[in-house]
């Protein structure tokens, strides 16, 4: 008799216990629901799914089209992942039309070709602006030397044609942004016109970084004549010295943690040259599309980094997004790339005393009456959720952002 009991208050044990998970797991999609909204007003979207059992655990407004913001950057640097490789790296050479004599007089012209590099530049501007993340253009002028050059007849010209010459995104009418240093296929100090300051922008970066070049040549005794030009490097020229950038990974980890808009920019021109027939935002963006459709999301972009408005996706493009990379050979990297909730970059002191701290990677989004948050979480209980919330009728970020933080420590917590 003793026996029977127990077994039958075990056999109700358990159907409380499962009847108590769903209805726990209603309650807590009900909170988030009611979160989104007071957080985002009507104009707002969300979606949590279980990437292992692909179950959407919770949805409100996940299909509405909403814009991006910094969201974007999401599809750009996914695509600059897959499409380049993480481990790649960007070159920046010199070029050749001429040849040395035995008195080291090369006769002909040097070609500084620009290879999309968002991170060339000096040592003094990224140590202290991109915290040592950089291409050393005078890590060219030894290369120089070895290839015994100690006179040039011709001239330095700079080129930049891997890149169309419009300085901005539609968000500024295609010229230099207010936000972002000016675009260029041979940029220089993330458009800084400084060698070791972010002060102003560069009228034109491709020809800052080529006088900066050949004053380094002069000091270190190459005489080049200090009238620098723009030129396409001719098709028979011979590359004499080369620098690479960090690795796409790196890139993408600034990209996305910090939401540099600079970098973004320049990594979706830079798809756009490799793989869509032209160094044009507009390639870039059909290249970025065109990856997405592959992870089963969708988007409509406008720019690379969510600068302008007409970036459009649903919080279920993001989410299919998040959880078809991630089971992509770029999965890893990518999840890494993006910021530890509450201790880097834009999430830095966000959802202290939440399930959330320190055990998700995410990417914000702001501009003006909106803000994002999306990415994954990995639970304590061992799930891994991927979730995206799209606020777009924001009246105060603070409170969105408070609002978001609860949610995600929500996610955090199934």
């Known amino acids: 008799m003793r026996k029977a009991l127990i077994a ?17 797991a209603a309650n807590s999609c009900g909170q988030m629901k009611s979160w989104l909204k007071a957080g985002g007003g009507s104009q707002s979207g969300l979606e949590v799914t279980d990437t292992e059992t692909g179950e959407v655990v919770c949805a409100e407004g996940a299909e509405k089209m909403l814009p991006l913001a910094s969201n974007t950057k999401l599809f750009t640097t996914a695509a600059a ?5 993480p481990s790649s790296t960007i070159p920046t050479k010199v070029m050749t039309d001429g040849t040395v004599d035995a008195r080291g007089v090369l006769h002909g012209s040097l070609y500084l070709q620009g290879g999309g590099d968002p991170t060339l530049g000096t040592p003094a501007f990224y140590n202290s602006y991109l915290a040592g993340l950089g291409t050393n253009i005078f890590a ?9 050059i100690t ?4 001239r330095l010209y700079g080129d930049d044609t891997i890149f169309d010459r419009k300085r901005g995104v539609a968000d500024s009418g295609y010229a230099t942004s207010i936000y972002i240093g000016p675009l260029s296929g041979l940029d220089f100090n993330s458009g800084f016109a400084g060698n070791s300051s972010a002060s102003h922008f560069s009228s034109d970066p491709a020809k800052l970084a080529t006088s900066v070049l050949a004053r380094s ?18 098709a028979d020229a011979k590359p004499v010295a080369v620098v690479r950038s960090p690795s796409i ?20 021109k830079l798809l756009g040259a490799r793989f869509g027939g032209a160094g044009t935002t507009a390639a870039g963006t059909r290249v970025v599309e065109e990856y997405a459709r592959t992870m089963g999301s969708d988007i409509q972009q406008m720019d690379g980094s969510g600068l302008t408005r007409s970036n459009l996706a649903s919080a279920q493009d993001v989410v299919n997004l998040l959880m078809g990379v991630q ?19 834009t999430t830095a002191g966000r959802m202290k005393g939440t399930a959330a701290y320190g055990r998700c990677r995410l990417k914000t989004g702001t501009l003006t009456g909106v803000s994002n948050l999306s990415g994954y979480c990995f639970n304590t209980s061992g799930k891994v959720m991927a ?3 799209l606020m777009a009728s924001v009246g105060s970020t603070e409170t969105a952002h408070y609002y978001q933080d609860k949610i995600a420590g929500a996610v955090a917590g199934y």
């Open 387 to 389: 979730f995206s919330t």
């Open 151 to 154: 006179r040039v007849t011709g």
């Open 8 to 24: 039958a208050l075990a056999v109700c044990l358990g159907l409380l216990l499962a009847l108590a998970g769903p209805a726990a």
């Open 81 to 85: 992942l897959s499409k380049l490789g």
């Open 217 to 234: 040549m002069r000091r270190s005794g190459i005489k080049v004549s200090s009238t620098v030009a723009l030129g396409k490097t001719p």
């Open 249 to 268: 990974t790196e890139i993408v980890d600034t990209t996305d943690v910090y939401s540099d808009n600079f970098f973004a920019e320049m990594l979706e």
């Open 327 to 345: 089971k992509s050979p770029i999965g890893e990297e990518f999840i890494q790339d993006l910021a530890l909730s509450g201790k880097e970059g």
């Open 140 to 148: 060219l002028v030894p290369q120089l030397k070895r290839a015994g």
